[in-house]
């Protein structure tokens, strides 16, 4: 039987695992996998990643969750972006995914991150995310989908633009 998770910050030793995690997850759901993987990766190498936690069931990976650096305008907000996001499809729905972003949102906190966004569904409403926070802030994947949570109240007055860290760009194309 499989223990509870534990949640580990420093992901090194199991990037592999967390990869094929990634891939096989994103692949099931939305038929591909390979990108968010590139995605991760990249955000890695480039010294972007915010807070990146992986939980851990008897030492293997089950759940990811990765939080990266966002350039506002103006550029005094502190502003970070959640995803990817996955969890291993054997384990999922089961209250990993959720915990393991409250557990994010909570380090971002602690980083003195003031607002975070997220590319998805309603599902990241619970954890306070809404699409009308950002109604009005040009940002290259604006729409329906994307949705801000302030942790800081107020975060997102007067932002004009958001932009996602380059690898999201040179993955979406």
């Not at 990869?19 to 990108?35: C, Q, Y």
């Not at 997102?156 to 194309?173: E, H, I, K, W």
């Amino acid at each position: 039987m499989a223990q509870s998770p534990v949640f580990i910050r420093d992901c090194r030793g199991h990037e592999a695992q967390v990869a094929e995690m990634i891939r096989a997850a994103f692949k099931a759901r939305f038929g591909r996998g390979d990108e968010e993987v590139a995605i991760v990766q990249e955000l890695r190498r480039a010294g972007c990643v915010v807070a990146e936690l992986t939980a851990l069931e008897d030492g293997e990976p089950v759940a990811h969750a990765m939080f990266s650096r966002v350039a506002a305008e103006p550029s005094s907000l502190r502003a970070a972006a959640l995803g990817p996001v996955c969890v291993r499809v054997d384990r999922q729905r089961r209250g990993i995914g959720d915990s393991l972003i409250r557990a994010g949102l909570a380090d971002c906190r602690k980083a003195g991150i003031e607002a975070v966004i997220v590319l998805g569904d309603a599902y990241y409403r619970r954890f306070g995310f809404r699409a009308e926070l950002l109604c009005g802030i040009a940002c290259a994947f604006a729409g329906e989908h994307l949705q801000g949570l302030e942790l800081l109240p107020g975060a997102f007055a007067g932002v004009r633009s958001l932009a996602y860290a380059p690898a999201f760009q040179d993955a979406a194309g």
